[in-house]
């Protein structure tokens, strides 16, 4: 990589429902919104030129939901196969939770957790949520919320 693109500044962006991203340029401040109709849902990155002049990479975002990263200790309860196991919460969204399993007890795809685990704020609130598995990848579980009501301090953390 050049000197001149380990300087270009980055940005990310998120897609609305009505397929739009609205786009700030990090030099000027400049904003458009523009159409991400033409491009697939995964995420993209675009080189761009503000009319400024200056040039930047926008990483378009097509999730529903901002994805918090974390790293919290927590516990499975699967109730499928009534076995429990430790995790540690990985990202946490209005959507959904991303956790790693500690050992051998990996969920399947469909199956429904009860999951808890403390948040690293100031209460220390904890968290009890009902979600159901989308995804594995090897010990890595995506999971989405089983109701669309999340716990209110989940909701709260995710704000900040």
């Known amino acids: 990589m050049s000197q001149k693109e380990a300087s270009t500044k980055s940005i990310n962006v998120y897609v609305n429902e009505e397929n739009k991203a609205t786009i700030c340029c990090p030099y000027c401040g400049y904003t458009a919104t523009v159409s991400a109709e033409k491009l697939s849902t995964d995420k993209k990155i675009l080189k761009t030129r503000c009319t400024c002049g200056k ?3 926008v990483c378009l975002e097509f999730r529903k ?30 959507g959904g939770i991303g956790f790693t399993v500690l050992n051998q007890i ?16 100031a ?18 579980i ?7 009501i999340i716990p209110r301090e989940l909701g709260f953390y995710l704000m900040k």
Do not use: C, W
């Open 55 to 57: 040039g930047f990479l």
């Open 65 to 94: 939901h901002y994805r918090k990263k974390v790293r919290l200790a927590g516990t499975m309860r699967n109730l499928r196969t009534r076995k429990v196991t430790d995790i540690v919460v990985r990202d946490l969204s209005g």
């Open 106 to 121: 990996v969920p399947e795809v469909g199956d429904v957790l009860d999951l808890d685990f403390t948040l690293d704020n």
């Open 123 to 140: 209460n220390r609130s904890k968290i009890s949520v009902q979600v159901s598995v989308r995804t594995v990848k090897e010990r890595f």
């Open 142 to 148: 995506g999971s989405q919320f089983a109701t669309q």
